[in-house]
């Protein structure tokens, strides 16, 4: 059986997922969510995660939503992207734990509250606080890449899908690749991975009239 993502291509946690689901050569397909428009809200939506949120995985019996569980969830499945030893399958869930909380836990409502959140409701007190919060998360990523490729081990893990998934958009929330030379680098890696695709190509936008980033 076909797995479904429910998922929308302006979401960057979804993006994680749906990366992954490609990366790890399974059968998916995406189930268009309209965000925007308030599904997530919805008593049918809340019936399929409870949460409110995107993205949920349903593959048979099985409904999955936090893109961190997902993210585990393929790799468990697949035996891939996981690293190659007890080690680096624990570091692994480190950066993810990182990335939840630190980076994307961040970049995500960052990245809305200057894009997407209607301009009479941005607080530039509030955009400031966690553009200085990202940017530290983003020194400590830098860093670490000083050094190696990946982040875990000698191949692309579910850590870096994790870590990178906001990273891809293209709207300005205060992130500039060649402020971070080795994330850069890492980025422009993981593009050339094979399967590899953007975010707004890879899962289902709004239609015209109702797509905010034009």
């Known amino acids: 059986m076909t797995m479904k993502l429910h998922c929308f291509a302006e979401s960057g946690n979804a993006y994680k997922a749906a990366l992954a689901l490609d990366l790890a050569e399974l059968e998916w397909e995406p189930v268009f969510v309209d965000f925007f428009a308030g599904e997530t809200r919805t008593p049918e939506f809340r019936a399929l995660n409870p949460m409110g949120e ?36 624990r570091e692994v869930l480190r950066w993810i734990f990182f990335d939840n909380h630190k980076v994307s836990g961040v970049a995500g409502p960052l990245r809305f509250n200057m894009n997407f959140l209607p301009e009479a409701k941005r607080n530039a007190d509030v955009n400031g606080y966690m553009a200085a919060r990202l940017a530290s ?7 670490a890449l000083a050094d190696r490729e990946w982040l875990v081990g000698n191949g692309l893990t579910i ?13 300005p929330f205060t992130f500039e690749r060649a402020d971070y030379p ?6 422009t890696s993981i593009a050339a991975t094979p399967g590899w695709q953007h975010p707004y190509d890879l899962m289902p936008a709004p239609t015209v009239g109702q797509d905010l980033r034009s």
């Open 54 to 89: 995107v993205p949920v995985l349903v593959d048979g019996d099985i409904t999955l939503s936090q893109s961190g569980v997902i993210l585990d969830y393929i790799s468990s499945k697949t035996g891939k992207l996981g690293g190659t030893s007890a080690d680096e399958r």
């Open 159 to 171: 850590a870096d899908i994790s870590c990178a998934g906001y990273l891809f958009y293209p709207e």
């Open 182 to 187: 080795n994330i850069d680098r890492w980025l």
């Open 137 to 143: 998360a983003l020194k400590v990523m830098n860093t």
